[in-house]
């Protein structure tokens, strides 16, 4: 018996050694998957497999390289070498170039990444004269590629009148013909995409049954990674590649089945015993990364899924320490929280920072714990992804922030002088840039008047500059003048920004809303704590001094000095870290505020939850925040009812809080608040009435103190005046004084440690709980005396 069956568990063995037929390996987190597939490869090719007869299809180019590197110390890398293992598209592509004249192609046809195939889109509808404010081409591109992943020809879509309804309802209704001129120009140009890939091995095989019988017969054995990801192209293939040996092994979870949104279709592993109706099923259930605590709350909360296939994943490692679960007064004091654990936790315990990941359910949430982090000095990277200042469409917004201060930046105008789109071409730009070398002025001097420069300009592009012009020119008037978020909100507005992202629901560009959101609600936090600091009038250069600070500390980071790593729960799907914070478990955000429509997509978001608290090693902890500053008021929020899933023995809850609500009312108020279900229209009306001055009395931070109430006040706290109302003899110190604790708005509970000044000018330094010390001028601060 060769060597390496030894290191494997009894149930790791089993799925090992079975090959007489179709097999589903469902893996619970942390169970050896890897190491199944790969020792189980290794073992055909000890059985007298032929290296060549093996196909293995997994996910990433990484997962294929680790397996085959894998497999090479077992076998040897000469008979390692000559196995079929890639990516679909890698697989597939290599078929297609040896087949491709029996569907119309070259051998030397060229593949269009998304860039590519965005770019062609959007020539097709310049070419057919339609409007690309409309026609989004990134919009009709997700169309498009939905489409082919459902193996829907141009045909098919143009005569299905579901599809037609919903392009008619998003005001699209020419889709079906774009994709079509989309499809023959491909062809013309003997050109595939990503998804022509699968959809073209899909259609070799079903047209040239002879073909499809030379490669079923060839592949003796096929395995399948991460078979819970796979979508309808994908599942359909391996069933065409399979129908003559029926050896096929899938290995997934579907517990962790998270990839909706890209088309993964669970179904595909929970019916797969349907569809192979003699496969085995094994069930690797040990789990080796997690303490034993950690493993029976995800099984916890797991089990209250309806769609799964069961099983009870198990640890035997040490029983370790309860999840501990954070309650927080708002997002500020959220992140406060969370890193100065890490920092206590790298201090006391000597865990390393890369020993730490923050989870998040968005990539917007990332602003409170950078700007948290960078407060507490700790390193930090934003896996997968950019830090939040350094998002296009928040280095836009910024753009514009930057003419309205200084309209002779340069950079800034040249980010966006055409953003969003306005008709002012590189040519023209070119021609302020050239007339502003030879007169040594800037490119606003030029821009304000290009006759007095002579830039040849004919009337509309004229025009156009004036339009763009006026627009900066209102924004610098305002700059001195109203306070930044009053300015900000007004500038991501009439700069047409808030109709350029509202354009489609893609999760790309629902990312960027979101993210333009958060921007906006930063900089209210910032104009708000400032005013309760004693700065009376925040303007918009304040705020761009703030976070140039910030954004130079991005430029500055050494990316290999070890740092706590931020991601979204997505991106940390296979990722594992000794200590595992997922933060911002609130209703209407996590879950996500688009799956209130259906329990299948709640179960995706439990299953999604599932993944986040499985990421971690020795410890996990769960925040949640009691209000956060969205839409242009402050909103209150409740746990997330998948607190209240898990087992409360595993937990370690605040005291005296209540996690347990009323789902059904919830999911309610879930629906009809949810943002994302209305259309571009309704979504950006709402956008524009949250960030409207009007909001406030006379367009201004409020200017009298403000009284808040809580959902669930601490049973201490007393109906007590709050600042600003007069108690007794107290009253020019706004009813505050040494020793008492306050409940402000964001940061929590803190001591009053000294009271300065009478009436307006009276201030207290406050000593929070999580967040530090804070002088607060006390007109303006938002608190209540929780005790006296």
């Not at 026609?135 to 879509?157: E, F, W």
């Not at 079903?206 to 796979?230: M, S």
Request: proline content about 3%; overall charge neutral; some cysteine.
């Amino acid at each position: 018996m060769v060597n390496y069956l030894d290191e494997l568990n009894e149930s790791q063995r089993a799925a090992v050694l079975y090959n007489e037929g179709p097999s589903l390996v469902i893996a619970g987190a942390g169970s050896g998957k890897t190491r199944v597939l790969t020792y189980k490869i290794a073992y055909l090719l000890d059985s007298g497999y032929d290296a060549r007869s093996i196909l293995a299809l997994t996910f990433t180019n990484k997962a294929a390289r680790e397996m085959k590197e894998r497999i090479s110390r077992q076998v040897g890398v000469e008979r390692a070498r000559y196995l079929w293992m890639g990516t679909f598209h890698s697989v597939f592509s290599r078929i297609l170039r040896t087949e491709a004249e029996s569907i119309g192609f070259t051998s030397n046809f060229t593949i269009y990444d998304s860039s590519d195939s965005k770019s062609l889109i959007k020539s097709i509808i310049k070419e057919m004269h339609l409007d690309d404010k409309v026609y989004k081409p990134g919009t009709v591109q997700a169309r498009i590629s939905n489409a082919k992943n459902h193996l829907i020809l141009p045909d098919a879509y143009a005569a299905n009148a579901e599809l037609y309804e919903s392009d008619a309802a998003a005001k699209i209704p020419a889709v079906r013909d774009i994709y079509r001129f989309y499809w023959e120009r491909c062809r013309q140009s003997d050109v595939m995409d990503f998804d022509d890939l699968l959809l073209y091995t899909y259609l070799l095989f079903k047209q040239y049954p002879d073909i499809c019988r030379r490669y079923a017969e060839h592949f003796q054995y096929v395995l399948v990674d991460e078979y819970q990801d796979t979508n309808f192209a994908q599942h359909s293939i391996v069933q065409q590649l399979t129908g003559i040996h029926r050896k096929v092994c899938v290995v997934g979870d579907d517990a962790q089945s998270i990839y909706s949104f890209r088309g993964a279709n669970i179904d595909n592993i929970l019916k797969f015993t349907q569809l192979y109706n003699d496969a085995r099923l094994f069930k690797l259930e040990q789990n080796y990364r997690s303490t034993q605590t950690i493993v029976k709350a995800a099984n916890s909360l797991i089990e209250k899924n309806r769609e799964q296939i069961r099983k009870e994943v198990f640890s035997k490692n040490e029983a370790g320490e309860p999840i501990t679960v954070f309650s927080a007064y708002s997002d500020v004091e959220e992140g406060e929280i969370v890193a100065g654990k890490i920092a206590q936790l790298h201090t006391r315990e000597g865990y390393g920072y890369d020993d730490f990941a923050v989870l998040y359910r968005t990539n917007a949430q990332s602003r409170i714990f950078e700007e948290a982090l960078r407060k507490h000095a700790l390193p930090y990277r934003v896996y997968g992804g950019l830090s939040f200042y350094q998002r296009k469409e928040i280095k836009d917004v910024i753009a514009y922030f930057r003419l309205a201060v200084n309209p002779h930046d340069e950079e800034a105008l040249k980010r966006v002088i055409n953003y969003p789109a306005r008709g002012i071409g590189d040519t023209t730009l070119g021609k302020i840039i050239n007339a502003a070398n030879i007169h040594k002025v800037s490119l606003w001097t030029v821009l304000c008047e290009p006759l007095s420069y002579n830039v040849n300009l004919n009337k509309g592009t004229h025009a156009k500059l004036q339009g763009f012009r006026d627009l900066i020119a209102g924004f610098v008037e305002a700059a001195t003048s109203k306070t930044a978020y009053e300015l900000g909100g007004e500038i991501v507005r009439q700069s047409g920004i808030i109709s350029e992202i509202y354009q489609d629901r893609s999760p790309e560009n629902l990312s960027r809303q979101e993210n333009i959101e958060e921007l906006v609600n930063g900089m209210h936090d910032f104009c708000a704590t400032r005013q309760e600091e004693g700065n009376e009038h925040i303007l918009l250069q304040d705020y761009l001094s703030e976070i140039a600070l910030l954004t130079d500390q991005d430029n500055d980071k050494d990316e290999y000095v070890p740092q706590v790593t931020l991601m979204t729960i997505h991106s940390a799907k296979g990722l594992e870290f000794k200590n595992v914070f997922v933060v911002g478990l609130e209703e209407n955000l996590f879950p996500s505020p688009m799956s209130g429509s259906s329990y299948k997509a709640l179960e995706e978001e439990r299953r999604l939850f599932y993944v986040a608290i499985t990421r971690a090693e020795e410890h996990c902890f769960l925040s949640y925040a009691k209000s956060r500053f969205k839409y242009g008021k402050m909103e209150f929020s409740n746990p997330s009812r998948f607190l209240s899933d898990i087992d409360s023995r595993y937990l370690n809850l605040p005291q005296g809080e209540a996690i347990a609500r009323k789902v059904d009312e919830g999911a309610t108020r879930f629906r009809q608040s949810n943002l994302f279900s209305a259309s571009r229209e309704e979504r950006e009306e709402r956008y524009i009435d949250r960030h409207t001055p009007s909001m406030f009395d006379g367009g201004e931070i409020p200017q009298e103190p403000h009284r808040f109430v809580k959902p669930a006040p601490p049973r201490t706290l007393r109906k007590i005046p709050t600042a600003g109302t007069s108690v007794s003899s107290s009253a020019s110190t706004h009813g505050v004084s040494v020793g008492q604790t306050i409940e402000h708005e964001r940061f929590g509970l803190g001591e009053v440690i000294r009271v300065e000044g009478t009436g307006d000018n009276c201030k207290a330094t406050v000593r929070f709980r999580n967040v530090g010390e804070k002088q607060l001028l006390l007109k303006f601060a938002r608190f209540k005396v929780v005790n006296q």
